[in-house]
């Protein structure tokens, strides 16, 4: 079901361009106002993929929406070096989960090799936002000329090497902090520092030469220990530590959310 969320703030960028344009003046240069930010736009990466690239263009409305699954309806495009977003419409799922969230949307580029290429963003092709997005071996930049009616979250995408393994676990008491700082160690001595540069990674940021923060999806405490390393040995041994750790007398409440590069999870 089509729901024209964006046809309010359509209504108001034509109202704005045209008020106050007076006969007299209609040989002078017309200068389009901003209109409201309706969007938040984030970079992403989809994991485990072989394609040329594994961006991934992130949408989300500012104001809630009244469902958990509603759903932005938006299109992607690439033509040599030209990239074009389009953002259409706001849809409502046609079975409500209900609770306050934004409407989201997600588009994959799936096939922009390094090299710098023209991005246009629209809203319902009437308001266009020029910019570009450089694609290069370790990360997705974006610059943009303008920002009517989007912001962007971080415009600085760093790729996630292979081979990297990275999580939080949350605990409860001290009992369970030394039970993690265990498993934490026996991780770190199964591989060796990843060496990341600082920035922006899309499931979590690197600062300070190297430490692990903003987490994506992690709980707001103090009580979490976080896992970044670099492994190359076999999933299976980090399959067994896992288990073994989950099952031991003791360990049922510790929260473990474990990642890697290659698309690998583990979760309880």
Request: with cysteine.
């Amino acid at each position: 079901m089509y729901r024209n969320h964006c046809v309010g703030f359509v209504f108001l960028f034509l109202a704005l361009a045209f008020s106050g344009c007076k006969l007299e003046s209609l040989n002078d240069p017309i200068i389009v106002p901003l209109v409201d930010k309706e969007f938040s736009l984030d970079l992403g990466q989809v994991l485990g993929v072989t394609t040329l690239s594994n961006l991934k263009l992130e949408m989300y409305t500012i104001e809630e929406e009244d469902c958990l699954d509603t759903k932005i309806l938006s299109n992607y495009n690439r033509t040599g070096r030209n990239i074009s977003l389009t953002l259409y419409d706001i849809l409502d799922p046609e079975v409500c989960d209900p609770g306050p969230a934004p409407a989201t949307g997600t588009q994959l580029v799936t096939d922009a090799s390094p090299d710098v290429y023209t991005l246009t963003i629209e809203l319902q092709d009437v308001v266009s936002n020029a910019g570009t997005l450089t694609v290069t071996e370790d990360m997705y930049k974006v610059v943009m000329e303008e920002e009517n009616g989007i912001s962007w979250l971080h415009t600085e995408l760093r790729k996630i090497p292979e081979n990297v393994l990275w999580g939080y676990l949350v605990y409860n008491n001290a009992e369970e902090e030394n039970q993690i700082a265990t498993l934490v160690s026996e991780i770190n001595n199964l591989g060796s520092d990843p060496n990341l540069t600082d920035g922006y990674y899309g499931y979590f940021s690197v600062t300070n030469s190297g430490s692990i923060t903003a987490l994506k999806d992690a709980p707001a405490t103090n009580n979490l220990m976080t896992v970044l390393v670099k492994y190359t040995g076999e999933t299976t041994e980090i399959d067994q530590k896992i288990s073994e750790f989950l099952t031991t007398p003791g360990n049922e409440a510790i929260q473990l959310v474990l990642l890697d590069s290659e698309g690998n999870e583990w979760r309880n």
